[in-house]
């Protein structure tokens, strides 16, 4: 299984803050079933900065110490880019990566509202042929207030990525309701831990994968954890027209 969006690189963000820390997480993924984990490291998020080049040398430091330890576990290298006026630039001066270095870049917005940039800026990125992914759409406040504006992204070439711990529940009943009106409006396309600690913010994605599955079906699974596999090898991931998706049918979502 691989994990596409992780804080498991030591003392970056407000992730893991020690190597050792940084080690237990790793061991955990091997527990959850995990054998790659994208690390994916705050960047611009108003507190964090992390080019790419410091990125690259974190997950080459990294995987050095999982062989040592023999832990079986591939960290890749990504990035969880706070979208913000200078984004485009960055790209231009190799300050974004890409995850695992494939045209998917990630993007977060602001939890509370979304930019009216965030468009243009998500269509100027696809000219430069990169594919967006909105990282938890679920957890923002303006997407849960009006799903439509969700829907115009995504129909205009967006991916998005819901959190493990959203649909167990453990953000609350509200962002787990929304989670699933976005997986059955398949308005959303990977499911990932976003793992930070494992005390505060765990994996949970076995667990997402088991709710999944009980919602959803097998078929939920295998297309989720496929699309994972794709994203990595820079190959096209299952996406559904979005002009084939019925808007009556998602409990008045649109
Ligand atoms: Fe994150």
């Known amino acids: 299984m691989i994990d596409i969006h992780s804080h498991i690189l030591p003392g970056v963000d407000d992730g893991a803050t020690t190597s050792e820390e940084a080690l237990l997480i790793a061991k955990a993924a091997v527990e959850e079933g995990i054998t790659s984990i994208i690390a994916t490291p705050h960047h611009q998020n108003g507190k964090y900065i992390n080019g790419k080049q410091s990125i690259l040398e974190n997950v080459e430091a990294l995987n050095k110490l999982l062989r040592n330890e023999n832990i079986p576990l591939t960290i890749l290298p990504g990035q969880e880019t706070r979208i913000h006026g200078d984004l485009m630039n960055e790209f231009e001066t190799d300050v974004i990566l890409p995850l695992n270095h494939t ?13 009216r940039y965030t468009e243009q ?11 967006p992914i909105i990282v938890h759409p679920e957890r923002n406040a303006e997407l849960i207030d009006n ?3 969700l829907y115009k992204l995504v129909s205009k070439g967006a991916l998005t990525q ?8 453990h953000f609350g009943k509200n962002i787990k309701k929304f989670t699933m009106q976005l997986v059955e409006a398949q308005l959303t396309h990977f499911l990932a831990s976003d793992v930070h600690s494992l005390k505060n913010r765990p994996f949970r994605l076995s667990e997402g994968y088991e709710v999944l599955v009980k919602e959803f079906g097998q078929e939920a699974l295998y297309v989720f954890r496929e699309n994972a596999e794709l994203l990595v090898r820079n190959q ?8 084939k ?8 979502l649109f």
């Open 147 to 149: 799903p439509d504006l």
């Open 103 to 115: 045209n998917y870049v990630f993007i977060e917005l602001p939890s509370g509202h979304v930019p």
């Open 162 to 169: 819901i959190t493990s711990s959203s649909i167990t529940g």
């Open 121 to 131: 800026m998500l269509f100027d990125l696809q000219l430069k042929g990169l594919t």
């Open 245 to 252: 998706i019925k808007k009556k049918k998602f409990l008045g």
């Open 236 to 243: 096209t991931v299952y996406k559904t027209d979005p002009s």
